[in-house]
């Protein structure tokens, strides 16, 4: 009985958290350089969907529809899956000091970008290589991992530790034979990292890579408090300790790897807010989960 009371007020919590970021995200698509009424974002938006409404300016609309959406929705979408990368992380190798970058994806798609900034410049071809880099970054860990690991979790982390430091030297190298005027600078505003230039299409693409992933891992996420547990016990348990490993990285990584190729690297995300929602809601991963993609919108727009 009062398991389930439990079960239902971090239920009504996580509903309660939906309906705040909701609230903000309508609230942030007002207020601006350039502020818009609600009544006129209520109306460009069923506008979007109805062609029987009254006129709208269309300044206003494109100021909606092209630039303050596509990056509120970029924003939870980048929020959520760097935050729920950390958390996925963080029960594998048991340490709350984990983040996303661990096994080097980050810094793999950070050379990516920087490199393709120098030879070319595009954007796809930016993200691509991004992309490109910072799965093949993990894929050398695993492999790493799979010869000399033995399936201790410690090797993995030093795999992690020596491919991040190879492609952070090799970040360095490029920014050193960039040209100082053009490229370096915008090398070096990509690793900072930003959601300003974001347009649509990316902000669809993104979703249609990270949320397959994340409806992905919400299923599994029951079995993450196994992986908590000592490897043998997991066993006992019928849980294939590998596979599942496997799978989770996989899955964080792919999320990970797609938010930094279009934003850059934000590393905080993936850290500090698995944290603030396991205050909130407890050690349970049937519940951190959702609460963490939730949780990163109303850090972030408060």
Not at 16 to 22: K, P, S
Not at 190 to 212: D, H, K, Y
Request: hydrophobic share 55%; proline share 4%.
């Amino acid at each position: 009985m009062n398991h389930e009371f439990f079960l239902r007020k971090k239920n009504c919590a996580l509903l309660v958290l939906l309906l705040l970021l909701g609230t903000m995200m309508f609230l942030l698509l007002c207020v601006g350089r350039y502020p818009v009424s609600p009544k006129d974002v209520y109306r460009i938006i069923i506008q979007f969907f109805s062609e029987e409404t009254p006129e709208i300016s269309v300044f206003e609309s494109n100021v909606i529809l092209n630039i303050r959406i596509p990056r509120i929705m970029m924003a939870v979408l980048v929020g959520a899956a760097l935050s729920v990368s950390g958390t996925i992380y963080q029960a594998l190798f048991g340490n709350p000091l984990v983040s996303p970058d661990i096994l080097g994806v980050s810094s793999g798609a950070g050379f990516g970008a920087a490199f393709a900034i120098l030879i070319s410049g595009k954007t796809a071809v930016v993200q691509s290589s991004a992309l490109f880099f910072g799965i093949f970054a993990v894929a050398a860990v695993l492999n790493v991992f799979r010869i000399k690991g033995r399936g201790e979790l410690y090797i993995l982390v030093l795999s992690g530790i020596i491919v991040r430091s190879l492609f952070d030297a090799l970040v360095s190298f490029v920014k050193y034979t960039a040209d100082p005027e053009e490229k370096l600078p915008t090398i070096t505003m990509w690793l900072m990292g930003s959601l300003a230039n974001v347009s649509r299409q990316e902000m669809l693409t993104c979703a249609f890579i990270v949320m397959p992933c994340l409806v992905f891992v919400m299923k599994l996420r029951w079995k993450l408090n196994v992986l908590s547990l000592d490897a043998d016990e997991a066993r006992s348990l019928g849980i294939n300790v590998r596979n599942l490993r496997l799978i989770m990285i996989l899955s964080a990584t792919l999320m990970t790897a797609v938010t930094v190729s279009v934003c850059g690297i934000i590393g905080w995300i993936g850290l500090v807010v698995p944290h603030a929602a396991r205050l909130l809601f407890g050690k349970d991963h049937r519940i951190v989960l959702p609460a963490q993609a939730l949780c990163w919108g109303v850090f972030t727009f408060c």
